[in-house]
């Protein structure tokens, strides 16, 4: 089953308006989460990697006051996308480690964002 | 910067056809290898990976993939494609030192067909 949940699957929305989205961990600690965009027809891109009790590490690019990251517990990492526009529309998909340092991830079901 | 390129974006087969799935990688340190697949509507899972030792490595639901580090390759194989096997298949690669940083190919979407 599942070992990362992500929360909502789709949501639509109106340009300007915030949208959390949530990514837990079931079953385990995760002190570090990663947040992945997919474009259509493109490949995943990492967003940000989120620390429990820190602040995030955003990649080049990636605007770190669009793209609010949160993770205040060892289970829980969330994304806000703040003052949302029609280009911030995307598959967003949520990652933790499944081992330290290999590279294994499990991932989240992802989240479809429309902005209207 | 480190990529990845997957050859064929788009893949149709007939079931019981075999299957190869090119993935080639720019990084030229020690790397750590992966497929994901993910089937119509749902999460990516792991479909097989690539640490170290033989570089013939097998997954699940018959899928193997052979590390060949002179060609910074990865490709993916199966000798019988079955319709379920219809998904989206990305490669992915995590340089050594780079944490559980990935870079992912831009996915091959392969439908089999009865």
């Known amino acids: 089953g599942a070992v990362v949940s992500q929360h909502p699957s789709r949501v639509i929305c109106k340009s300007g308006t915030s949208v959390k989205i949530e990514c837990r961990s079931l079953d385990f600690q995760a002190t570090t989460m990663f947040w992945y965009r997919q474009f259509p027809k493109q490949s995943l891109m990492l967003m940000a990697t989120?620390?429990?009790?820190?602040?995030?590490?955003?990649e080049q690019g990636v605007e770190k006051d669009k793209f609010l990251i949160n993770h205040a517990s060892l289970t829980l990492s969330t994304l806000t996308v703040t003052s949302a526009h029609p280009e911030d529309s995307s598959f967003y998909i949520c990652?933790?480690?499944?081992?330290?340092?290999?590279?294994?991830?499990?991932f989240g079901e992802g989240s479809r964002l429309t902005v209207l | 910067a480190q990529s990845v390129s997957q050859h064929n974006h788009h893949v149709i087969l007939s079931e019981a056809a075999s299957l190869e799935l090119g993935c080639n990688y720019s990084?030229?340190?020690?790397?750590?290898l992966f497929w994901y697949v993910q089937y119509p509507g749902q999460h990516l899972q792991l479909l097989l990976k690539?640490?170290?030792?033989d570089p013939l490595v097998k997954g699940i639901k018959g899928f193997e993939a052979e590390f060949i580090k002179s060609k910074f390759s990865f490709n993916l194989r199966k000798p019988s494609v079955q319709w379920s096997d219809t998904a989206e298949y990305f490669c992915a690669v995590k340089s050594w030192g780079g944490g559980n940083k990935l870079t992912f190919g831009t996915g091959t979407q392969l439908k089999v067909e009865l």
């Open positions: 990652s933790a480690p499944a081992s330290t340092d290999t590279g294994e991830l499990f």
């Open positions: 690539y640490f170290s030792g």
């Open positions: 990084y030229g340190g020690t790397v750590n």
């Open positions: 989120s620390n429990e009790g820190s602040k995030a590490t955003y």
